[in-house]
Each structure stands twice: as C-alpha cells, then as structure tokens.
C-alpha cells in the first residue's frame, strides 16, 4: 500500500464547475500537507500549503485537511481552462523539504 | 530573481552507461532536493543537499548519487542506468532546510533510457 493515494483520473469537467480533488493517507505522522499544481512538461508549483487539520482559502482554491480521516481535499471554484493540470497532493512530518507525493490527478476544464 | 534551472532538458541514454543532470538553485537558496517522476506518477524523493552536505536520502541505490558545490549548484549522477531510470528528474531548491512546502522546482531533465 502507498503511503499517499490519489486517484489518478482523468477528471474532465465543463468550465465554471467547482471541482473536488482528495488525497488518503496511511501514516498518522503527516503533519504538513501541500497541493501542487503540474503543467504538461512542465515542474511542480505550489498551490497550497497547511498544516494540520482546518481549512485554508485562497482565491478560488480552498485545501483541508481532516487528519482524523487521513484526508485532504483541495476545492476549486468557478474552474477555467486554465486550471487544466495534472494536481499533486504532497505531505511530510516535519519541515524538512522531503515531499512524499500522491500520484496525481489528471484535471481538464472543458471551455 | 533567476529560478530554478536545470540542463539538459532531454537525454537518450542507453542501459549500463552513466548521466549527470545539473541544477542551478534559485538566488539565495542553499538546499536542493532531487526528485524523479516517472510518466502518469507523482514525483519520488531522491536526496536532498543543504550547505554541500547530503541530508537525507529517500529510497534509491547507491548509483544515485550527487553534489552540490559552494555555489548551491548541484548535479544528479546515475551509473549503470537500468530502463527503469527514464523519468523526469526534478530538482527543487528552498532556503534553508526547514522550509517546508516553498520548494521551487525547475522544469526538470527528461531521460530515455534504451
């Protein structure tokens, strides 16, 4: 089993919708938790950053984090074409800049 | 501000021969972390280099192996490449080791391994 679980995908959805993606966990020691957003032949850049449990918004993107669960989710609202992307969930146990990341979920927005 | 960048973009290589990618860190950050992303996954942690010292490894043989130089530059080597080495390798630097999350990838090196 792998410690992080994204559901690969693809996900295709008209333009405006509002779009869920999750993550799962296995190990309790997760403490800081990322989504990363990748576009074709491109690197990683970071969309959202929390630690902990709770929610953080920015713009039209909202990331929470139910550690009871072992579960994230990141939200986007009003979703454009642009937003197309592979998205990455990542997390780690302490501030130590060693990712483990999700496999990532493959997202198109059809105009 | 220059970012992260990383040469070369796109490599043939054949199996049993040696590569080293390069990464210029972006400006003022001491600490690079390579990752390999093999197609349709997420990115694999290799090993991370703070202030020219390895500090930490993730799970990958010892042909993998690197350096980063007084100029927080840093280079990726792989011996004896085997086909499961084609990947995009990325690296990412952050200031300081404790920076969780504020990594900056660089677009990465793609490698074929035939």
């Known amino acids: 089993q792998k410690e992080v679980e994204q559901d690969p995908g693809p996900l295709s959805v008209p333009e405006g919708a509002i779009v869920s993606l999750n993550c799962t966990y296995s190990?309790?020691?997760?403490?800081?938790f990322m989504w990363y957003r990748q576009y074709s032949r491109k690197g990683p850049e970071l969309l959202m950053y929390?630690?902990?449990?709770g929610n953080k918004e920015d713009g039209r993107f909202t990331a929470q984090v139910d550690k009871s669960s072992k579960y994230i989710s990141l939200f986007i609202r009003d979703s454009q074409p642009s937003d197309s992307a592979t998205y990455l969930c990542?997390?780690?146990?302490?501030?130590?800049?060693?990712?483990?990341f999700g496999q990532g979920t493959e997202l198109s927005v059809k105009p | 501000e220059t970012g992260v960048t990383q040469s070369p973009t796109h490599l043939i290589k054949t199996r049993g021969q040696q590569v080293t990618l390069r990464c210029s860190s972006q400006?003022?950050?001491?600490?690079v972390s390579w990752y390999q992303q093999a197609l349709g996954q997420g990115p694999q942690f290799i090993f991370q280099?703070?202030?020219?010292?390895?500090?930490g490894r993730g799970n990958f043989p010892p042909r993998f192996s690197g350096l980063q130089f007084p100029n927080y530059s840093s280079e990726l080597n792989v011996n004896a490449l085997e086909l499961d080495d084609s990947a995009l390798y990325l690296c990412?630097?952050?200031?300081?080791?404790?920076?969780?999350?504020?990594?900056?990838f660089g677009e990465g090196s793609r490698l074929t391994v035939l």
């Open positions: 929390t630690y902990s449990s």
């Open positions: 990412a630097s952050s200031l300081g080791a404790g920076n969780t999350g504020e990594l900056f």
């Open positions: 990542a997390m780690e146990y302490n501030q130590g800049g060693k990712l483990i």
């Open positions: 400006s003022g950050h001491n600490t």
């Open positions: 280099y703070y202030r020219e010292e390895e500090n």
């Open positions: 190990n309790s020691a997760f403490q800081y």
